[in-house]
């Protein structure tokens, strides 16, 4: 069975790698590799969502609380707003398993 403290390392790991991701993703969305028309409106939302997600999870506080509900939402957001789309599914799996770990 997965301690708490597990899950929550899981979630911090899960999030920093989807920020990660996002922000590659993000900044290939410059150079036209994402899904739709406007490729620059959607890297600069993608830019600044995964920058909010790294900075939720290095400086707790700061920017936003670190929370898995406010790193679900981010998730979500970057999956539907942004170019950002595996760093959301993987910000979105982070937020469920501090959801798990909390309840």
Known sequence: MVTDAELK???KILVILGGIVGLIESIAGFFGYGFWGY???WAIFGLI???LLILTVYKPGQPLPYNPVVI????????I????????ILAII???LGIIAKA
Do not use: D, E, F, Q
């Open 9 to 11: 390392n899981y979630m």
């Open 39 to 41: 490729y620059i409106v």
């Open 49 to 51: 969502l995964t920058i």
């Open 72 to 79: 679900l939402i981010l998730g979500i957001l970057m999956v």
């Open 81 to 88: 707003i942004s170019s950002a789309h595996i760093g959301g």
């Open 94 to 96: 982070g937020g469920v």
